[in-house]
Structures are given as C-alpha cells and as structure tokens.
C-alpha cells in the first residue's frame, strides 16, 4: 500500500512561484502515475498534471498548462509540481494521488492535501 504526504504550500502573493512535493512511500513506486489535483472552495475536485509511470511523460489539464510543470526525482520517490505566476484563482488544496495503470486512469491512492493561498 502507497501513502503520499505533499508538501510546499503556504501563503504567497500574486506573481510568485511555489513548488510542491509529493512524497510517496511504499512497494512497486515504478509501477504508479502521479498526478497533481486541486479542489477551490465551492468547486470540484479537478486535475493538473500527471507524470506517467512507464516512460515519464508529463500530462498537463488546461489550469496547468503553460504555468505548472511535474517532474518526479529518478528514483520516483518525490513528485515535484512548479507553479508560477500565480493567482487568487490558485488558492485551494492541493492533493496528489498515485495511478498503477498510468495517467486517466483510477487514482487508488490520494495524500491528505496541502493548502495553497494566493493572496497580497
């Protein structure tokens, strides 16, 4: 069984740059995608990014594209989102969540999430 812990959130003001870390801990990392997803207050969960487990191919929804890029360490222990130029519209908690069958496919594990804000 996987568990993810993300860390790296916090306040910051709009324009910055934050990076988060999603650290996963557990048998057979290489068989698993990580993906990076948030939930704003008052909407649904939606997804950002996803690094794919068999050649490391980044995926990317449109609220990250352009912005966000995901990267995973070479012993896929940590997963790496790069925020820039950050908004208010960012403002939510961030999760990240491990696939065995590649990116698009069922998320069986999720961490507790992290809290960013962006506020001036």
């Known amino acids: 069984q996987l568990q993810l812990v993300e860390s790296g959130g916090g306040l910051v003001q709009p324009g910055d740059s934050m990076s988060l870390s999603c650290k996963a801990s557990?048998?057979?990392?290489?068989?698993?995608?990580i993906a990076w997803f948030r939930r704003a207050p008052g909407k649904k969960r939606e997804g950002l990014a996803c690094v794919d487990n068999s050649d490391q191919s980044p995926f990317y929804e449109d609220p990250a594209r352009g912005r966000f890029t995901i990267s995973r360490d070479n012993t896929n222990t940590i997963t790496y989102l790069q925020m820039n130029s950050l908004n208010s519209e960012d403002t939510a908690v961030y999760y990240c969540?491990?696939?065995?069958?590649?990116?698009?496919?069922?998320?069986?594990?999720w961490g507790q999430g992290i809290q960013v804000t962006v506020s001036s």
């Open positions: 557990g048998p057979y990392l290489d068989d698993y995608a």
């Open positions: 969540g491990a696939a065995q069958y590649g990116c698009g496919f069922e998320y069986e594990y």
